[in-house]
């Protein structure tokens, strides 16, 4: 079990105008997040072949200010904005996190996994290739980007070779996402 806290400060961007330059000096507004999770997780030897872990994870994201909440159209434009200039929550997301795996030993060389695990990412990566130069941005969640959100379902078989010396493996997994986060 556990605890954990983690505060986010974010400098998206900023241009700096030479003093001969012919444009001027730009600075993408800085942001500001607290990222709060609990878990618990418990083993238990259903047999001395199946072995089940299981856990529980709840976490939250608060979007702190200062900042600027804009609400945007559908074709992008942005036609309200709000502006926080304290420092408190803005925008909160939170949820449960469940994970469950299962082992069952076929034989003291072979074994069969299955789990099941939700996620949520607060925090998302912004790649563009499409400018002169490649460019990757973190970014938070905010009122207008979403967590991201996935479960996955895995399994697998398990064998162990030579005296146990090398391991052989086939494992298989299905992920459902959602809000992926890609430039418009």
């Keep these: 079990f556990g605890i954990n806290t983690i505060y986010f400060r974010f400098l998206p961007g900023?241009?700096?105008a030479g003093s001969e330059g012919s444009f001027n000096s730009i600075e993408i507004e800085k942001k500001y997040a607290l990222e709060s999770a609990s878990y618990i997780a418990h083993e238990y030897d259903l047999s001395k072949k199946l072995k089940l872990n299981y856990g529980f994870r709840y976490s939250m994201f608060n979007v702190l200010g200062p900042g600027t909440l804009y609400t945007y159209n559908d074709d992008g434009d942005i036609i309200d904005s709000i502006k926080h200039s304290g420092r408190g929550p803005i925008k909160s997301y939170g949820g449960f996190e469940p994970r469950v795996s299962a082992n069952y030993l076929i034989n003291d060389k072979q074994s069969i996994k299955m789990s099941y695990a939700r996620n949520r990412q607060y925090i998302h990566l912004l790649s563009n290739f499409t400018s002169g130069t490649p460019l990757d941005i973190w970014y938070p969640?905010?009122?207008i980007v979403k967590p991201e959100t996935a479960d996955q379902v895995s399994a697998g078989y398990f064998r162990n070779l030579g005296s146990n010396t090398y391991e052989?493996?086939?494992e298989a997994y299905y992920k459902d996402m959602q809000n992926?986060?890609?430039y418009k």
């Design 14 to 16: 900023e241009i700096s």
């Design 180 to 182: 992926q986060v890609d």
């Design 168 to 170: 052989m493996s086939i």
């Design 141 to 143: 969640s905010t009122s």
